[in-house]
Each structure stands twice: as C-alpha cells, then as structure tokens.
C-alpha cells in the first residue's frame, strides 16, 4: 500500500514536472530516439516517464531525474551514469524511510501487547536498514567509479534551450529596430 502511495504521488509529479519541463507529448510512447529510415524522432513521452515512475519507480524515476531537460539556472555534473545512481539512491531513502514509518504504524496497530509491538517495530526497522543498505551502498560505490567530474551539463537544455534562444533573438531583433 505504501508504494502505491508514494510512486502514485512520484508519477504525477513527474506528470507534472514533464509539462512544465515542455518535454514533447506528442509522440506519446516513444521514450528515447526512434529511427524510421533517414528520420530519426528525438521525442521523449509524458505518459511512459509517468506510468513508468509508477510501475517501476525505484528504476525509472532516477532515470527520468538523470535526463530530464534543465531549466534556465539548473547545473548537472558527473555524467548519466552518476546522476542515476545518486538520484536512486536518494529516492531509496526516502522511500525505505516512508514505508518504515508506515509498516511500523499498520503492523505495529495489530499486535495485541507491547511485547509484540516492540518486536515489530525491531523486525520491521532491521528488515528495512538491510534492503535499504545494501542497494544504497552500492549505487553509491559504483556511481563514485563512473563519475566523470568534467561533464557540467548547464540549463537550459532540450526544448527549453530552443525556445529560450527563439525568445532571446526575438527581443534582439525587436532591440535592433
């Protein structure tokens, strides 16, 4: 029950997030690049990133946090790769740390005495520190070999990159005249 409320919130965040973002809705399942030919559609969907942060949100939110486009005054270091893995692990946490709380307060609601009560909130507090560790702790290793200290990615990027240079020629052409 947790995660449905959690990554129910994430995806219409992320929802959110992609219009504002203006990533292109209208190509709606296509996530990455799709060649037809000589075409190629660099279109990324609304829909799949948040179906996706649903279904499979430990996985596809960092991801989408990794390559969404920046916004005027966003900064990215360290490459793809790291962004993933720090964006994991930070979604992890949180989310270990959110069912924690809600496993100690729907479990520990049943047990009858304070005796059961107290091995509940232990059992759950172990069980949740160790799959919250081990994933944790590796995402972070792992992403501390493959980061690359020399990619700065710098807003705007994407549409937003686009349009902020169609605005900005247009008011130096109106400035001109």
Same mark, same amino acid.
Request: no cysteine; charged share 15%; net charge positive.
């Given at each position: 029950?947790?995660?449905?409320?959690?990554?129910?919130?994430?995806?219409?965040?992320?929802?959110?997030?992609?219009?504002?973002?203006?990533?292109?809705?209208?190509?709606?399942?296509?996530?990455?690049?799709?060649?037809?030919?000589?075409?190629?559609?660099?279109?990324?969907?609304?829909?799949?990133?948040?179906?996706?942060?649903?279904?499979?949100?430990?996985?596809?939110?960092?991801?989408?946090?990794?390559?969404?486009?920046?916004?005027?005054?966003?900064?990215? #270091?360290?490459?793809?790769?790291?962004?993933?893995?720090?964006?994991?692990?930070?979604?992890?946490?949180?989310?270990?740390?959110?069912?924690?709380?809600?496993?100690?307060?729907?479990?520990?609601?049943?047990?009858?005495? #304070?005796? #059961?009560?107290?091995?509940?909130?232990?059992?759950?507090?172990?069980?949740?520190?160790?799959?919250?560790?081990?994933?944790?702790?590796?995402?972070?290793?792992?992403?501390?070999?493959?980061?690359?200290?020399?990619?700065?990615?710098?807003?705007?990027?994407?549409?937003?990159?686009?349009?902020?240079?169609?605005?900005?020629?247009?008011?130096?052409?109106?400035?001109?005249?």
């Amino acid at each position: 029950m947790s995660y449905l409320l959690i990554y129910g919130i994430l995806a219409f965040w992320v929802y959110k997030d992609s219009l504002k973002r203006k990533i292109d809705p209208t190509f709606p399942w296509a996530i990455g690049n799709l060649q037809l030919g000589s075409l190629i559609l660099k279109k990324q969907a609304i829909v799949p990133w948040a179906l996706g942060t649903f279904l499979l949100g430990p996985i596809v939110l960092p991801v989408y946090i990794a390559r969404r486009p920046l916004m005027v005054g966003e900064v990215r #270091e360290g490459g793809t790769a790291w962004n993933i893995l720090k964006s994991f692990a930070i979604f992890w946490t949180v989310f270990m740390f959110a069912s924690l709380v809600l496993t100690i307060i729907g479990v520990g609601s049943q047990a009858s005495t #304070e005796a #059961e009560q107290a091995g509940v909130a232990i059992g759950a507090f172990l069980s949740l520190i160790l799959f919250w560790f081990f994933p944790v702790t590796g995402a972070l290793i792992l992403g501390l070999f493959l980061k690359k200290s020399s990619i700065v990615e710098r807003g705007p990027t994407g549409r937003l990159a686009t349009e902020t240079k169609e605005y900005l020629t247009s008011e130096e052409s109106a400035e001109n005249k």
